[in-house]
């Protein structure tokens, strides 16, 4: 192996596109980082705007991330795990997509304890975040989100 070598993981993804698709693909994370093993959700929401996918093809695609609207991962996150061990606040809330589709779930409010309100997570720098569904944890991307409402009757 060359010392240059980079090892990363490949992790399963379910990626609706911006353009109503659906690709199965690859995603690669680093196995090693500044914090240890890269995240998902750091690597989405870093400042890159193309990253590489394996399609159910086999073939390596550069995709841009802004593309991706709602992503499931079949794998355990460990932001999720760490999110609940450290009791992070969640919010119940119904998102709408384009095209009149709905998502009922509960998204981590992952801010200093001033700004906890669902808005200060749409308004906030990420691109990206986790919603927890009946189904599973969905990662939905704020540019393919038409409207959100707050399930608890806060406006926030």
């Avoid at 980082?33 to 959700?41: A, K």
């Avoid at 709602?70 to 919010?91: D, S």
């Avoid at 119940?92 to 998502?103: A, K, Q």
């Amino acid at each position: 192996m060359s010392e240059f070598a980079v090892m990363v993981r490949e992790v399963p993804l379910e990626i609706a596109t911006e353009k109503g698709g659906v690709l199965q693909a690859g995603f690669f994370l680093h196995d090693n980082g500044p914090r240890g093993p890269e995240r998902l959700m750091d690597r989405l929401n870093d400042s890159e705007s193309f990253l590489p996918l394996r399609t159910s093809e086999g073939v390596i695609q550069l995709w841009r991330k802004s593309s991706f609207h709602r992503i499931v991962c079949w794998e355990p996150l460990v932001e999720l795990e760490e999110y609940r061990q450290v009791g992070v606040v969640k919010a119940p809330l119904r998102v709408f997509f384009p095209g009149g589709e709905s998502l009922d779930g509960q998204v981590y409010l992952l801010m200093p304890s001033i700004r906890k309100r669902v808005s200060d997570l749409l308004n906030g720098p990420d691109c990206f975040f986790l919603m927890e569904t009946e189904s599973g944890v969905v990662i939905l991307n704020k540019e393919g989100i038409d409207a959100v409402l707050p399930l608890d009757g806060g406006m926030g």
